[in-house]
C-alpha cells in the first residue's frame, strides 16, 4: 500500500484548506482512511476517520470544522478543513489500518503511513 497526501500549505486564520490522499497498491474501498497529525510540542494525534462503508469519527477539536470523505471510484480520502484555527498547524498524514481502525484508533493502530503535508496556520 502507498499513500500519496497534498494539499497543504499556508492559510490564514478562519481560511480553508483541502487535502486529499490517494491509496495505490490495493484494492481503496477494502480499507478504513485516518488522518492525523503532529508538531514538534506533541505527538501525533487522530485528527478524523472514515470507514469503509464511510462511517466518520473526528476529534473533538475539530469536530465541526473539519470533513472527512472518500472517493472509492478515485481511489482518494480527503479532509476538508475550514475555520482553521492557530492550533490546527501541524504535519498532517493520511494513514491506514489493515485490521480496520478508523474510530478515533491510535497511531501505532495504523499499518501504512504518507508522507505528511504541512498545514500552516496564520494570524
Known amino acids: ?21 490517494a491509496l495505490s497498491g490495493r484494492t481503496f474501498n477494502f480499507y478504513p482512511m485516518n488522518w492525523f497529525r503532529q508538531t514538534p510540542e506533541k505527538d501525533r494525534e487522530f485528527v478524523a476517520g472514515i470507514s469503509r462503508l464511510g462511517n466518520t469519527a473526528y476529534a473533538d477539536s475539530v469536530k465541526g470544522r473539519f470533513t472527512i470523505s472518500r472517493d472509492n471510484a478515485k481511489n482518494t480520502v480527503s479532509l476538508q478543513m475550514n475555520s482553521l484555527k492557530l492550533e490546527d498547524t501541524a504535519v498532517y498524514y493520511c494513514a491506514t489500518s489493515s485490521t480496520g481502525s478508523w474510530n478515533k484508533a491510535p497511531p501505532d493502530a495504523m499499518d501504512y503511513w504518507g508522507k505528511g503535508t504541512q498545514v500552516t496556520v496564520s494570524s
Not at 500500500?1 to 490522499?21: E, I, N
Open 1 to 21: 500500500v502507498q499513500l500519496q497526501a497534498s494539499g497543504g500549505g499556508l492559510v490564514q486564520a478562519g481560511g480553508s484548506l483541502r487535502l486529499s490522499c
